[in-house]
Structures are given as C-alpha cells and as structure tokens.
C-alpha cells in the first residue's frame, strides 16, 4: 500500500511558475486584537473543552449509519442548475469537526470537498502529541477534505481527501495547547510547510491555505485593516466586496458574528468567510452544546453550530445573497468555530435539496459573474435589544 507521502506526490500539482519572494512571505502574523483574545480564551475554553469532552463520550456512533446511495439520490433529486454551490473548496484553520458520519459533498461522486483542513500539532515524542485546543475539542467527525497537521520544523502529515475525519482524537496521548491556535502558529507553519523535506508551499492546496489563512484571521479587525491586509498577501486584485455583521447581546453578552465576502477582480471568484468565537458568554456555550441533531437533510449534527449558522444566515443573507449570486466560484474559509460553520454551509448548499428548510435559508441563485464594488465599512444588523457599542465593528470588549 502506497505511503501517505507517496500519496501525496502522485497527486499533487506542478508549483506554479511565479512563487512568492521571502520579503513577500514574512509578514507581522496577528494584530493587536488577536494578541488581547489570547489572554482570556486559554482557561475559558479550557473549561469548556473538559465539559465538551465528557457529553461527547456519550455520543452513540454506532445509531448514526452512513447515508445510502438511495438517499443520497433522493436528496438530489429537486437539484436546480441556477442555484449557488461552494464549488472552490474549503480551507479551515483550528476547526472543530461537526458531525458523525462525516458531511459529504453531494456535488461530487467521491463526496469529498476541495481545500484543505488544517491543524497545528506539536509533536513531542512517539505517541505523545500537543494539538490546537479547538481542533481537539469534541469527538464528532470533520467534513470529507484533504487534512494536514502543521508541524513545526519538521515535515507535516498530510492525508489526501477524505483526509483525517476522525482527528485529532485524544485516546489519551494527545494534549489540547491553545497557544497553538492563532495565526502566529499557522502562518510561519504555512511558509515552511514541507513533505519529505521538500518545501510544498508554491503546490496546491498548501499555496491557497497561505492566502486564506489571512481571511480567515482578518474577521477578527477592522474592514480597513482587512481590506489593507488581504490585498497584501493575495494581491491588490482581492477586493473586500462585503462585510456583514450581526450584533446581539448587551454588556457581558454582547456579540459580533461578522461575515465578509472577498473577490477576486481579475477571475471574479470569491471567498466567504465566517468568524471564530467573539463572546465567551452564548458562543462558548454554542460550541460546547453538542447534542447531534438534524441540518439539511444530514443527521448527527453538532446542534451548537448549527443554531449558530441558522441564527447568523437568518439575519446576514438577505444583503449577502445577492453579492453571492454574482461570484463566478465560491470558496468557504474561517478559523475556528468559523471553519466548523464552513463546513455545515458548505454541505448544505452543496445538497442542492431544495425542498429542504436549510437549504432555501443559505441558498442563492447564480447570476452572469461581475465585478462588486469595494467596500470601505461594514454593515450591521442588530438583534432585538442589542447594545450599540461603536459605529462598526469590530467595538471594544
């Protein structure tokens, strides 16, 4: 049986013929904000992560059986060719997994989505690993995608899709550290990515993941920085076209769930991307509420992150959706929390079953591709009794 390195070199693709410059690649990794978030999230969701932990255990895998290929048809059976799909993959950064079984992409005969999954692990003896505390904080499994651990000065484990659904697990010598979860730890891990001690950052999908790596952490700054930011590592081309964000909440339970759209001006294409947690008040709870549930036509869903992307598509969509119908291909990205709500958005427009509550929620219709205009600030929607803090977010703590 083939390696999982031989694997990887028969499939991935040639490196492109422009590769970035050293002074290109090395960039100041988190913002001021990032570093204040850091201070308070290690014990919270430490806490957190031992209560998930213990109600994961009771998980019934075995009641939770794959779909057949009979329901897999009838899902597809009300598919409508106008409708918008996450067909440029999905690119996630210290995620939680969201389901068992693992969510599928119904628009391809192998179910595996695009992109790549990717987790920082320290490894710091044969059996004894460190992993990012997010991406090992519950038990359910990862969407279908090619999965990579990030290692440091040392060749990273990349497995093609379906990739490692079922990891990072702890059975027992695998250790949440959650200093390994901000973009200080992904990035330089990004640039020096390498399998069998050759450099694989210029190959797909590792040379995407470096770019979106930048999106997915710019939710947590200002759309001026974002704009600032993005077109620093992606090129002045990648344009902020929308930044959309619902605020809820007051005092202690004040919270901002922003999603941003950027696009590309020379291709058209897009990247949507949602946030990671921002209140460790409701959000916490959310991640940590893990009951499996029914989303889209999909059983053994984590509830928590799928009230989250209801509450969040309910309000938002209605200004995003006709930004979306003018993308020519959509990719999905975000860092934590906001990776596991890439995934259940992405397995559910993918579904294209139409008569299905979820679905109609999140779907839009395509349009002939078009340039959007840049934006220069957000837009908010405030919930019923939502504190007003600042003009946009992100507002002070």
Same mark, same amino acid.
């Given at each position: 049986?083939?390696?999982?390195?031989?694997?990887?070199?028969?499939? #991935?693709?040639? #490196? +492109?013929?422009?590769?970035?410059?050293?002074?290109?690649?090395?960039?100041?990794?988190?913002?001021?904000?990032?570093?204040? @978030?850091?201070?308070?999230?290690?014990? @919270?969701?430490?806490?957190?992560?031992?209560?998930?932990?213990?109600?994961?255990? /009771?998980?019934?895998?075995? !009641?939770?059986?794959?779909?057949?290929?009979?329901?897999?048809?009838?899902?597809?059976? *009300?598919?409508?060719?106008?409708?918008?799909?996450?067909?440029?993959?999905?690119?996630?950064?210290? =995620?939680?997994?969201?389901?068992?079984?693992?969510?599928?992409?119904?628009?391809?005969?192998?179910?595996?989505?695009?992109?790549?999954?990717?987790?920082?692990?320290?490894?710091?003896?044969?059996?004894?690993?460190?992993?990012?505390?997010?991406?090992?904080? %519950?038990?359910?499994?990862?969407?279908?995608?090619?999965?990579?651990?990030?290692?440091?000065? %040392?060749?990273?484990?990349?497995?093609?899709?379906?990739?490692?659904?079922?990891?990072?697990?702890? =059975?027992?010598? &695998?250790?949440?550290?959650? %200093?390994?979860?901000?973009? *200080?730890?992904?990035?330089?891990?990004?640039?020096?990515?390498?399998?069998?001690?050759?450099? $694989?950052?210029?190959?797909?999908?590792? =040379?995407?993941?470096?770019?979106?790596?930048?999106?997915?952490?710019?939710?947590?700054?200002?759309?001026?920085?974002?704009?600032?930011?993005?077109?620093?590592?992606?090129?002045? %081309?990648?344009?902020?076209?929308?930044?959309?964000?619902?605020?809820?909440?007051?005092?202690?339970?004040?919270?901002?769930? +922003?999603?941003?759209?950027?696009?590309?001006?020379?291709?058209?294409?897009?990247?949507? #991307?949602?946030?990671?947690?921002?209140?460790?008040? /409701? &959000?916490?709870?959310? =991640?940590?509420?893990?009951?499996?549930?029914?989303?889209?036509?999909?059983?053994?869903?984590?509830?928590?992150?799928?009230?989250?992307?209801?509450?969040?598509?309910?309000?938002?969509?209605?200004?995003?959706?006709?930004? @979306?119908?003018?993308?020519?291909?959509?990719?999905?990205?975000?860092?934590?929390?906001?990776?596991?709500?890439?995934?259940? $958005?992405?397995?559910?427009?993918? !579904?294209?079953?139409?008569?299905?509550?979820?679905?109609?929620?999140?779907?839009?219709?395509? @349009?002939?591709?078009?340039?959007?205009?840049?934006?220069? &600030?957000?837009?908010?929607?405030? #919930?019923?009794?939502?504190?007003?803090?600042?003009?946009?977010?992100?507002?002070?703590?």
């Amino acid at each position: 049986m083939a390696s999982r390195h031989e694997l990887l070199a028969e499939e #991935a693709p040639e #490196a +492109p013929e422009e590769e970035l410059s050293e002074a290109e690649l090395i960039e100041e990794h988190s913002s001021g904000r990032l570093a204040k @978030l850091r201070m308070a999230v290690p014990i @919270l969701l430490v806490l957190a992560l031992l209560a998930g932990l213990s109600r994961s255990s /009771n998980l019934r895998r075995g !009641s939770m059986e794959i779909m057949g290929a009979s329901h897999l048809r009838s899902m597809l059976s *009300d598919v409508s060719a106008d409708s918008g799909i996450v067909d440029g993959g999905i690119y996630t950064f210290g =995620a939680p997994a969201t389901a068992i079984p693992a969510l599928p992409n119904l628009r391809r005969e192998d179910r595996c989505f695009g992109g790549l999954r990717s987790w920082t692990e320290n490894v710091l003896g044969p059996m004894t690993r460190q992993e990012d505390g997010a991406a090992i904080s %519950n038990q359910f499994h990862h969407a279908k995608m090619a999965s990579v651990r990030l290692h440091w000065n %040392n060749d990273s484990d990349y497995v093609p899709c379906p990739g490692e659904t079922s990891q990072p697990f702890s =059975a027992g010598n &695998e250790f949440a550290n959650w %200093n390994l979860h901000w973009e *200080d730890q992904y990035t330089p891990r990004l640039i020096n990515v390498s399998i069998n001690k050759t450099s $694989f950052l210029s190959k797909e999908p590792f =040379a995407s993941a470096y770019g979106y790596v930048r999106v997915a952490y710019k939710q947590y700054d200002s759309t001026v920085h974002a704009r600032e930011d993005i077109a620093k590592r992606l090129g002045s %081309n990648w344009k902020v076209v929308a930044r959309e964000t619902l605020i809820s909440g007051a005092g202690s339970m004040y919270d901002e769930d +922003p999603v941003m759209i950027v696009q590309d001006h020379f291709t058209l294409d897009c990247i949507i #991307a949602f946030a990671g947690i921002n209140n460790y008040g /409701n &959000e916490l709870a959310a =991640a940590t509420t893990i009951t499996p549930s029914e989303f889209c036509g999909f059983q053994g869903v984590h509830i928590g992150f799928r009230d989250e992307l209801r509450k969040i598509t309910t309000a938002l969509f209605p200004n995003l959706r006709p930004k @979306l119908s003018r993308c020519k291909r959509l990719t999905c990205t975000g860092h934590s929390m906001g990776g596991s709500l890439c995934e259940l $958005f992405s397995a559910c427009v993918n !579904s294209q079953h139409s008569t299905n509550a979820d679905f109609n929620l999140m779907n839009w219709t395509k @349009l002939p591709p078009q340039i959007l205009p840049e934006i220069t &600030e957000g837009n908010s929607t405030y #919930a019923a009794g939502a504190e007003h803090r600042c003009k946009e977010p992100p507002c002070p703590k």
